[in-house]
């Protein structure tokens, strides 16, 4: 991939949980109440499983997620940068791993308008590319002008078979894997900062969705 600019971004897309909301998964406690091996990633275990056992865990999952809806709330600096984002005209959406009825209670509870809503129901979840790809083929952009924010390596993971630039927000956690994102920063807040000081030319033209 080509070495990344900010002034290239023509569209913006959001993980969700630990990115622009809050999140108490204890996903150590699920694999263990759905005994899924620590080492295995629990939605491709949850699919190996026979259909009974895969619509009990598919269930457990989703209690797990609409619980944690109840108690999630917006990050610190979200509301300014999508609120940027709104005035440069840069379109948004979200690709994330919860159930549709999580992410959107989640995104009810904490005002988040974004209307491009991908989750693990539309496509195969990430790390794989699927949804990425389909946001770029809905908004006629080619990946390369698309930016991925994430928080997790299979954010970073789907960005990059995507062939997307990603940027990861640590939230001053010590992450191993920091060098696999096309930028690092700590929050939203420098997010705006950077993309405050673009000019105002730093947008689109006008996507049809």
């Not at 899924?36 to 699919?47: R, W």
């Not at 809806?69 to 005035?87: I, K, R, W």
């Not at 440069?88 to 988040?112: D, G, Q, W």
């Not at 974004?114 to 195969?124: A, Q, S």
């Amino acid at each position: 991939m080509e070495e990344f600019k900010f002034e290239a971004v023509k569209g913006v897309i959001f993980d969700l949980d630990n990115t622009l909301v809050s999140s108490s998964l204890n996903f150590k406690a699920i694999k263990n109440e759905l005994n899924c091996p620590a080492n295995k990633d629990l939605l491709t275990f949850v699919d190996s499983l026979d259909l009974v056992e895969k619509e009990k865990a598919n269930q457990c999952i989703i209690n797990h997620e609409l619980a944690d809806a109840q108690s999630c709330h917006l990050l610190d600096g979200v509301n300014e940068l999508l609120s940027l984002l709104v005035d440069r005209k840069i379109p948004t959406a979200i690709v994330t791993r919860n159930c549709r009825n999580a992410a959107t209670k989640k995104m009810a509870k904490t005002n988040i308008l974004i209307e491009l809503l991908i989750t693990r129901e539309d496509h195969k979840a990430k790390p794989s590319p699927e949804g990425l790809l389909k946001i770029a083929e809905l908004w006629g952009i080619p990946p390369r002008n698309l930016l991925y924010v994430g928080d997790h390596l299979y954010d970073l993971y789907a960005a990059k078979r995507a062939f997307m630039p990603s940027c990861l927000f640590t939230f001053n956690k010590e992450l191993d894997y920091c060098d696999e994102a096309d930028v690092t920063l700590s929050n939203p807040s420098e997010l705006v900062k950077i993309l405050s000081k673009l000019t105002p030319d730093f947008r689109p033209t006008a996507v049809n969705i």
